[in-house]
């Protein structure tokens, strides 16, 4: 089966900057969507981005436009995600997924998922 392990998370003051990485061993992220969530604590799972290699599309939640940027080694089989300008409001546990559908933006859409990785953003 497919495991993916997600990395970077920790503590960052606001306005700081993080970079989360997401390896996807045996599956490749050009062949198959990768996505970010994130679940704050009290909150719902939210989504976050998006990429489809295939299709050469990336999606951003209105939340983080502009200040998230993802990208992706496909050598390496890893996904990245660049976050500024941190605020308190995007302290979460963020996920990584797979999806085996060309669009996919909702938590059922993903048939993998990362343990999660903590971020903490203080004011």
């Known amino acids: 089966q497919v495991q993916l392990v997600e990395s970077g998370g920790g503590l960052v003051q606001a306005g700081g900057s993080l970079r989360l990485s997401c390896a996807a061993p045996?599956?490749?992220?050009?062949?198959?969507?990768m996505g970010w969530f994130r679940q704050a604590p009290g909150k719902e799972r939210e989504f976050v981005v998006a990429a489809t290699w295939s299709r050469g599309t990336t999606a951003y939640a209105d939340s983080v436009k502009g200040r998230f940027t993802n990208s992706g080694d496909g050598a390496k089989s890893t996904v990245y995600l660049q976050m500024n300008s941190l605020k308190p409001e995007d302290t979460a546990v963020y996920y990584c997924a797979s999806s085996t559908r060309p669009v996919a933006e909702l938590q059922d859409e993903y048939d993998y998922w990362g343990q999660g990785t903590q971020v903490t953003v203080s004011s």
């Open positions: 045996g599956r490749s992220i050009r062949r198959y969507t």
